[in-house]
């Protein structure tokens, strides 16, 4: 994966662990609000400082864990969601506000849930049920204190409340146990699926260099080299030029006739190794038909497209296909310029003209027409 698909596929993750804690710190806005409206209808047993300050603590600490997702201090922790000390934190905070309130407690067992339930998706089975266990320890030392208080007449409905929390929270234990199996068995799945996209798409590029590629010379077929062309000609520049070849091995008929046509296809190879040695890495050779090829030279110039198709003829004609006791290999080629101004069939039939040049003034030899109707032979 690049860097830069890296960097992009963090800065997701990062913007929904920043929805997720707005969530959270949401969700303690709301239980200030629940409690300062049990401080004015008379439920709450502590006094306004206390109320006071523990309000600005409580929210302090989602600021401060806002500064650690806004700076990215999260990234350096081994779970950046920061999960487990958010739920730690909310249930702290759960327990002391509930031990402030009066019989009114029982109502705001829910709030418990809602803390626990963000830790549901993400913990580990072990550490959820550990956490359900401090919930129900604090909630269970804060109605004992209670009953301690209160005496025997508040006992029974005291339990209750232990015994439903109880209850809810093995639920609740049971039903993150049960998600983290899914997600388990999603992430395997969504694994294999990943590695069946990855062998499709090195099936595709296959099959695409399968389809671009002459089987016999390894070089590009006439239709990959027609869709290159035409890119490269879009973004050509108005001053510059590209240059095109033609080339045609002289007497091909005569190998296969007389040597077959095994010897055909060694010659055939042997000119598109000589070629890789005598193009450049960014200059362009496919098989253009049978035994003609065509050349495509980025940034050409008349002198360059020139040496570059002298030097290919030369090294040609001093090659020795394996096998094959063939001799005086040579080969003509036609060239020209193509401009932005017109297209490549223009090029390729200017190119085809001083290929029939070349081949009408004794063969082994290149010709051009560099512009409509200019004839050089060199």
């Known amino acids: 994966m690049s860097a830069e698909r890296r960097g992009g596929k963090m800065q997701v993750s990062q913007a929904l662990r920043m929805r997720r804690f707005a969530m959270a710190a949401g969700s303690y806005v709301l239980v200030m609000l629940i409690v300062w409206a049990a401080y004015f209808t008379g439920h709450y047993r502590g006094g306004i400082q206390v109320l006071s300050w523990s309000t600005i603590a409580a929210l302090g600490s989602q600021l401060l864990l806002y500064v650690a997702f806004l700076q990215r201090w999260n990234l350096r922790c081994a779970e950046p969601s920061l999960t487990l000390p958010q739920v730690l934190l ?3 905070w759960q327990t002391f506000f509930i031990s402030q309130l009066d019989e009114s407690r029982g109502s705001m067992l829910v709030i418990y849930i809602l803390i626990l339930l963000f830790g549901a998706f993400e913990l580990a089975p072990r550490v959820f049920a550990a956490c359900c266990a401090l919930a129900f320890i604090g909630f269970a030392g804060v109605q004992l204190t209670v009953m301690w208080g209160e005496g025997q007449n508040a006992a029974i409905g005291l339990s209750l409340d232990l015994l439903v929390f109880a209850a809810v929270l093995g639920w609740l234990i049971f039903f993150a146990s049960y998600v983290q199996r899914l997600r388990a068995r999603m992430r395997m799945r969504r694994a294999a699926l990943q590695a069946h996209q990855d062998t499709l798409r090195g099936m595709m590029r296959q099959l695409q260099d399968i389809a671009a590629t002459d089987e016999l010379t390894g070089l590009c077929n006439r239709r990959h080299f027609m869709r290159v062309a035409q ?5 050509l520049p108005a001053r510059e030029r590209l240059g095109v070849a033609l080339i045609d091995l002289d007497h091909f008929k005569r190998i296969n006739d007389q040597f077959g046509h095994d010897a055909g296809d060694r010659v055939l190879q042997t000119f598109a190794a000589v070629a890789g040695a005598c193009l450049r890495e960014d200059d362009l050779l496919a098989r253009y038909g049978g035994e003609e090829f065509v050349l495509l030279m ?5 002198d360059h497209l020139d040496a570059c198709c002298e030097r290919l003829r030369e090294a040609f004609a001093q090659a020795e296909p394996l096998g094959v006791s063939c ?3 040579s080969l003509s080629a036609g060239m ?8 490549i069939e223009q090029a390729l039939k200017r190119a085809d003209l001083a290929l029939y040049d070349a081949k009408g003034n004794g063969r082994n030899r290149c010709a051009a027409r560099w512009r409509e109707g200019e004839h050089v032979d060199s």
């Open 90 to 92: 909310g249930l702290a």
């Open 327 to 329: 001799t005086h290999l």
């Open 231 to 235: 890119s490269e000609l879009k973004a």
């Open 298 to 302: 980025r940034h050409g110039t008349q």
């Open 336 to 343: 020209t310029l193509l401009f932005a101004d017109e297209t």
